[in-house]
Structures are given as C-alpha cells and as structure tokens.
C-alpha cells in the first residue's frame, strides 16, 4: 500500500521523480557516494565506540547499499 501511494506522487508529477532520480544518483550510486558517507557518520555518532560497532556499521552500510541498488534505475550504458 505504502509503496504504490509513494510511486504514484512520481507518476503525477514528472519534475519531482526526476530531481528525487537525480539526488538518488548523485548521493547513493556507490558504496562511497555522499550519502553512504554521511549515513555512516551518522551512525557513528549514535553507537558507542568499538570493535561490536564498526562490525555493525559496516553490516549497515552494506545492507543500505544492497537496498539502495535495488531502489535506483539501473545505469545506461
């Protein structure tokens, strides 16, 4: 339910999915991309400092990149 009332906001209004495709691409494409980046900072700065945590970020990060991959067009050729 959550999915399609969010994909039909992008069918309504063609401007918005392509600047949300666009700051999608520039911030997610890969694994050092800003928004990884930023996200793991974040991260970091909530979880209290050890071995346990950066093992956790690292799952985190990785699990986000997998989901952000499968969210994201596919890149032309």
């Given at each position: 339910?959550?999915?399609?009332?969010?994909?039909?906001?992008?069918?309504?209004?063609?401007?918005?999915?392509?600047?949300v495709n666009r700051?999608?691409?520039?911030?997610?494409?890969?694994?050092?991309?800003?928004?990884?980046?930023?996200?793991?900072?974040?991260?970091?700065?909530?979880?209290?400092?050890?071995?346990?945590?950066?093992?956790?970020?690292?799952?985190?990060?990785?699990?986000?990149?997998?989901?952000?991959?499968?969210?994201?067009?596919?890149?032309?050729?």
């Amino acid at each position: 339910m959550f999915s399609r009332h969010f994909d039909e906001q992008f069918q309504r209004d063609t401007d918005l999915a392509s600047r949300v495709n666009r700051i999608l691409l520039d911030f997610f494409r890969d694994a050092v991309a800003p928004g990884y980046l930023l996200y793991e900072e974040y991260l970091a700065s909530t979880l209290p400092a050890n071995r346990a945590t950066r093992i956790e970020i690292r799952e985190e990060s990785a699990r986000t990149h997998r989901i952000m991959q499968n969210i994201l067009p596919k890149p032309s050729p």
